[in-house]
């Protein structure tokens, strides 16, 4: 069974950076994704990997902020916010689901409603 274990939430204020990690169990191949949600509001797409850094998807509100990497041989994905805003203040989940494609679009696949797996999230609260 795949699990998702997510680190590296904390309370910080703007302008500062945070590094949030989600470690991966179970063989395979899958599609990582970074969604949130603040509280009265819908789960959000963040940012989604495929294999590498060049198969990537931002949400505008993050475009130049915040980075996605992974290192496959730690079975982890990592998001590096810098710069962050009270704004980006809500509860991060790590997503992923198995990768099956031949050709996939990440802006597509990288939506909430396709992950089939998910960690427990961790809170990320900005202050102002």
């Known amino acids: 069974e795949v699990q998702l274990v997510e680190s590296g939430g904390g309370l910080v204020q703007a302008g500062e950076s945070l590094r949030l990690s989600c470690e991966v169990s179970?063989?395979?191949?899958?599609?990582m994704g970074w969604f949130r949600q603040a509280p009265g509001k819908e789960r959000e797409r963040v940012s989604c990997i495929r294999r590498n850094t060049e198969n990537t998807f931002y949400a505008a509100s993050v475009k130049g902020r915040f980075t996605i990497s992974r290192d496959s041989a730690k079975n982890t994905v990592y998001l590096q916010m810098n710069a962050l805003k009270p704004e980006d203040t809500a509860v991060y989940y790590c997503?992923?689901?198995?990768?099956?494609?031949?050709?996939?679009?990440?802006?597509?696949?990288?939506?909430?409603?396709?992950?089939?797996?998910w960690g427990k999230g961790a809170q990320v609260t900005v202050s102002s």
């Open positions: 179970g063989s395979g191949l899958y599609i």
């Open positions: 997503g992923a689901v198995r990768d099956t494609y031949a050709i996939v679009t990440m802006e597509f696949i990288c939506d909430h409603h396709a992950m089939d797996y």
